[in-house]
């Protein structure tokens, strides 16, 4: 049951600009909702995350924004920088947590 | 703090063989968590402790799969009579377990390949 969706499995931006990755979600029963970032050979690594009861949150320069109306989420990075390449995860918060497939960010010079 | 480690970071076993898995969470982190992942996938939720009782389990866990966390330390992963879609990276994170403390810190995962 694919609870959590990212529908992008690659993006690819120039350097200095934004990176929008989204993900879309099932369950309303979430009550958290976090971003992972991945490089090869690594575990994910916790980047931001959200509560439920809120829409927005910023954390330099990542943004995460929630749409619990439409079930859906997104992770803006401004400015995007090449080490920003990496894969980038979804995740909902449900006991263990529900990921999604992921999306290759490509930050290109 | 060292972060969550875990024992061996690759492992290949022959079909029918059982393999065991270790993760040693972060020191204060009384939830420990095991997850799966293939590739192009994102890691899928396999079961999670609370301390040294197990607490959830998914329907990915099957009969030959057995975890334990004896002491509420480290935990082990066990699987018996592997078979070849047991081949994945099994991921083990650990989190605070207090309120608002949803943050899983993750290992760097054991690449099991099974032939």
């Known amino acids: 049951d694919q609870q959590v969706k990212q529908n992008s499995p690659s993006l690819s931006v120039q350097e200095g600009r934004i990176s929008i990755l989204n993900c879309d979600y099932t369950?309303?029963?979430?009550?958290?909702f976090l971003w992972y970032k991945k490089y090869p050979a690594e575990g994910p690594t916790f980047l931001i995350s959200?509560?439920?009861?809120?829409d927005k949150n910023e954390d330099g320069r990542f943004t995460v924004f929630l749409n619990k109306s439409a079930k859906h989420l997104s992770l803006h990075i401004v400015p995007s920088q090449p080490g920003d390449s990496a894969v980038y995860f979804c995740?909902?918060?449900?006991?263990?947590?529900?990921f999604g497939a992921g999306t290759r960010l490509t930050v290109k010079p | 703090d060292t972060g969550v480690s875990q024992d061996p970071r690759h492992k290949i076993t022959k079909r029918g063989q059982n393999v065991t898995f270790r993760c040693d969470p972060i020191?204060?982190?009384?939830?420990l968590y095991w997850y799966r992942q293939t590739l192009g996938q994102g890691p899928e939720f396999l079961t999670y402790?609370?301390?040294?009782?197990?607490?959830?389990k998914s329907r990915l866990l099957s009969d030959r799969f057995s975890a334990e966390r004896p002491k509420g330390s480290f935990s082990t992963l066990e699987i018996q009579r592997t078979e070849q879609g047991d081949s994945a990276m099994y991921l083990c994170a650990s989190s605070l377990g207090v309120a608002g403390a949803y943050e899983q810190y993750f290992g760097p995962g054991t690449r099991l390949t099974v032939t």
């Open positions: 020191s204060e982190h009384n939830r």
């Open positions: 959200i509560s439920s009861i809120k």
């Open positions: 369950n309303s029963m979430f009550d958290y």
């Open positions: 402790f609370q301390n040294e009782a197990q607490l959830e």
């Open positions: 995740a909902a918060s449900l006991w263990g947590m529900r």
